[in-house]
C-alpha cells in the first residue's frame, strides 16, 4: 500500500481524501496493519482526527 499511497499522492490526491465509504488512506493502512504505510501517511501531513462514521 505505501506505493499505492506515494503514486496517488505524486498523481495529485489529497492525503485525507475520502473513500465512497469514508475511510481514508491513513484508516485502510491502520486497519490493514501496515505500519510502513500509516507512518508514511502521516510524515506526509495525514490527518488522524478524519472519521469515517458518525455516532447515532
Request: net charge negative; no cysteine; aromatic share 8%.
Amino acid at each position: 500500500m505505501h506505493t499505492i499511497a506515494a503514486q496517488l499522492l505524486g498523481s495529485g490526491a489529497a492525503i485525507n481524501d475520502t473513500m465512497s465509504d469514508g475511510q481514508t488512506l491513513l484508516h485502510m493502512a491502520i486497519k490493514r496493519q501496515d505500519s510502513k504505510s500509516a507512518l508514511f501517511l502521516l510524515e506526509h501531513q495525514a490527518d488522524i482526527n478524519v472519521r469515517y462514521y458518525t455516532y447515532l
